[in-house]
């Protein structure tokens, strides 16, 4: 608001200087000097007929017999503004006055230059003021559309000085729901915004200290664990039944499996690896070459060249894990690759039992296995679709499993492409 009213009081200032009359312009003054000495020089039966037609539409003349008859104002300081030694040079005059359209009283008020002639009669030039030639409301119409206008600009500009520090805190936000090994937002705009991303930073730490420790504690358990289940094996080689020690042995065996399971997931979800910026369709096409070497052919379909910001090891985890499901679960896997400006899909396709409608998130779940609808002579203990789609999630993307109308199962990963 202050801004917009210091627009307005500048162009009133320089509107109101670009209304006065133009009376230092050249030959102005010298004009109305020559006026002078002819009317003074003529007949006073004349004089009024001179004036009348000397007057245009930009100069009013008139001549009177006394300065009463002029009708002018009542203004002291009118004779104080004729201290102009170019004016006393060119009229040779007794007494000069000045008046200005707000001397009048009446609306319509006029610059006006009254001076005496030697014989004590009066002769007076009127020039109205510029108004920027426009009727007053004209004027009125004009000053408001200004201060809308500079209103506007200020808004404008005070709304870009805004919204930058919030598109920062969002792109903040975002960046750390897609990796909560993110920096913290630097605290800039307004004071409101700036606690705001305090608060968040503050909450931010808090979590990432959370889930640290949580790691830790679950990575320590796992490790922990592995000694009883050292000393139950020992225990069983003196067990003297064969069968009770062949089942004994195989429930250790499993849960030694499902510990260094544990072991590799905590592992990998504390893994400080930095989004970078890579050629996602080379790295599917080593991949592929990887099990080509063991006489696997992959069908890829997709761009030969795709460059998006993430993390190799962990996307290249996922989509092996993926393919070696397909492998073990069903039959000839192939891969597609699709991406635009928005989002980056990669898709796993397989041909098999498939699984049934109603599982489609509970193969997500940790330790779940779903071998009555797959393959029953098959190994894992049921993390590597959870540490997937953890990933997945990391990068702010979702994995998700649905069946293939002509059969097999279709995991499909997609992964968004940040700003930023």
């Keep these: 608001m202050l801004t917009s009213l210091g627009f307005y009081a500048l162009f009133t200032q320089v509107a109101g200087v670009w209304a006065y009359p ?111 030639g426009l009727e007053h409301w004209a004027r009125n119409l004009i000053v408001i559309m200004l201060v809308l206008l500079s209103t506007g600009l200020v808004a404008l500009i005070a709304t870009r000085r805004l919204a930058r520090p919030l598109k920062t805190f969002a792109q903040g936000a975002r960046r750390f729901g897609v990796d909560f090994r993110a920096p913290p937002i630097e605290p800039v705009g307004p004071n409101e915004i700036r606690q705001a991303i305090l608060a968040f930073n503050a909450m931010q730490a808090q979590l990432q200290h959370f889930i640290k420790d949580r790691t830790q504690m679950l990575a320590a358990i796992s490790h922990d664990l592995r000694a009883p289940l050292t000393r139950m094996r020992l225990r069983g080689e003196f067990i003297g039944d064969p069968e009770l020690q062949k089942k004994l042995f195989r429930d250790v065996d499993e849960m030694h499996a499902m510990i260094n399971s544990s072991l590799d997931f905590f592992r990998d979800d504390a893994r400080l690896e930095q989004a970078t910026p890579f050629d996602l369709a080379e790295l599917l096409h080593t991949l592929i070459d990887d099990y080509r070497d063991q006489s696997i052919e992959i069908p890829f379909s997709g761009p030969p060249r795709l460059v998006y910001v993430g993390r190799p090891l962990g996307l290249k985890r996922v989509i092996t894990n993926l393919v070696e499901n397909a492998l073990k679960y069903a039959s000839e896997p192939a891969i597609e690759l699709r991406g635009d400006e928005k989002q980056v899909i990669v898709r796993v396709l397989d041909r098999g039992p498939g699984i049934p409608d109603n599982r489609y998130e509970q193969v997500f779940v940790p330790f779940y296995r779903l071998e009555g609808s797959r393959n029953k002579n098959t190994g894992g203990v049921g993390l590597g679709l959870s540490a997937a789609r953890a990933i997945v999630l990391e990068h702010g993307g979702e994995l998700t499993v649905r069946n293939r109308k002509i059969g097999g199962l279709e995991a499909r990963v997609v992964l968004p492409v940040l700003e930023g």
């Design 22 to 132: 133009p009376l230092t312009e050249s030959g102005l003054l010298e004009k109305l000097s020559s006026l002078s000495r002819v009317i003074e020089a003529s007949e006073p039966s004349q004089r009024q007929k001179l004036a009348t037609a000397a007057s245009d539409g930009t100069l009013d003349i008139k001549w009177r017999a006394s300065h009463d008859a002029l009708n002018l104002p009542d203004t002291p300081e009118a004779s104080t503004r004729t201290n102009n030694p170019k004016a006393h040079q060119l009229f040779d005059s007794p007494r000069l006055e000045a008046y200005q359209p707000q001397d009048w009283p009446q609306q319509d008020g006029q610059y006006a230059l009254v001076m005496q002639l030697t014989d004590g009669s009066w002769l007076m030039f009127g020039m109205p003021s510029r108004s920027w």
